[in-house]
Structures are given as C-alpha cells and as structure tokens.
C-alpha cells in the first residue's frame, strides 16, 4: 500500500514536470517575444521621430534657397533624403498600423500589452498614401541641383506645415521622451492630425488635383 502510495507520488510529480516544463517554455517565449517587439518598437519611434526631425530642417533649407540641391552639402543630399525618410515613415506606419490590428484582436499574446489598441488598419487611413505624394516629389532628382518653381515651393510650403503637425506629436529629442507602451496612440494621433490638416485646409484628398498629382522637377 506504501509503495502504491510512493509510486502515485512520483507519477504526480513526473506528471507536473512535464506539464510544467512546456508551460514555462511558452512563457519564456512569449517574455523574449514581448522583448524583441519592445526593442523593435523603441528603434522604430526613434527612426519616425528622427525623420520628421530631419524633414523639418532639409524643407526649412529647400525653401531659403529655392533650389533642392543633390551634392554633398550641408544638408547631404536633400531629395535622396526626403524620399529615403517619406519612404522609412511609410514602412514603419504601415507595419505598426497591421501589428495594432492583430494585436487587438489577440492582445492575451502580451505578457504586458500596450494599454491602448485604438488605430485600425483601413482604406481611409489617408497617412500613407500622403507620405507616397510626398515621397514622389523628391523621386529620382539626380542632377546636382533643381530649382524650386513658385508652385513647387508653394507644395513643398504645404509638406512643411503637416510636417509641423507631425512634429508637434512627437516632439524634438530633447523636449519629449516616448514610451514605446504609446505607439498605437501616437498612430492614432499622426492619422487624425493628418486628417485634420487636410479638413481645416479644405482639401478634398481624393479628388483634388493639388494632392493627387506630386510635384517633381524632373518631369516639368
């Protein structure tokens, strides 16, 4: 009876043993996951952040000068970088907005989900297909230096006031510090202020010609 009794103890024991091992095994996995994406997040807010920066200063240059230079300045070279960070913003809204939306969905995944899961992926976010009119602007300019026409430079003028939105969000490096936790909400924050700029404007994004068509120097 004794030996029985020993013998279910030991089976108990095995038993919570390799139950436990797997247990423990997806929630390491799931702890590295959470880490990895946390990293992840934290390099890309800092590369959004970094591009708006960046673009406020290459437009304030642009418009001083009435020219887009493409030689090794102070600037660098000004078209290769607005179209590398319009094309940088792109890609991380993108990813971001898909990961919120699957997230929302199994937000149980997170051992310590983002508080927040509120920016949908839709065909009426009008963010991305502004930052790809903005992105043809500066697609491809490859000569040294491209003057800047009064239409041009009244476009660029309008890129640089929702670029201000833009930056109001994020902040400058010095002045606000984001937590990686808030990125649906600064999703949702850039999104609606891009809608709101076109509204207080009076722009139709769909069917106005001024947005439809990008500007560039290189087909005028």
């Not at 239409?151 to 400058?172: C, F, M, P, S, T």
Request: aromatic share 12%; hydrophobic share 40%.
């Amino acid at each position: 009876m004794i030996l029985k009794k020993r013998l279910l103890i030991i089976g108990c024991c095995i038993g919570f043993v390799i139950l436990l091992v797997p247990t423990y095994s997806l929630y390491k996995e799931k702890r590295m996951y959470e880490q990895y994406l946390t990293m992840n997040v934290r390099q890309d807010l800092v590369d959004l952040k970094s591009a708006i920066i960046n673009n406020d200063s290459l437009f304030n240059r642009i418009l001083e000068n009435d020219k887009i230079t493409n030689e090794m300045v102070e600037d660098g070279e000004q078209a290769s970088q607005l179209y590398y960070n319009f094309t940088n913003m792109t890609q991380i809204i993108d990813k971001y907005n898909l990961m919120n939306l699957n997230f929302s969905e199994e937000a149980n995944w997170l051992v310590k989900p983002a508080t927040l899961f509120t920016n949908d992926l839709g065909l009426d976010d009008v963010m991305p297909p502004t930052l790809y009119r903005m992105r043809m602007t500066f697609e491809r300019l490859d000569i040294t230096s491209y003057p800047v026409t009064a239409e041009l430079k009244a476009r660029i003028g309008e890129y640089q006031q929702l670029n201000h939105q833009w930056l109001n969000i994020v902040g400058d490096f010095e002045s606000k510090e984001i937590n990686e936790n808030d990125w649906p909400q600064i999703l949702n924050d850039l999104e609606q202020e891009t809608r709101n700029y076109f509204q207080e404007n009076n722009v139709d994004f769909v069917d106005d010609d001024v947005w439809r068509d990008a500007l560039n120097p290189r087909y005028e």
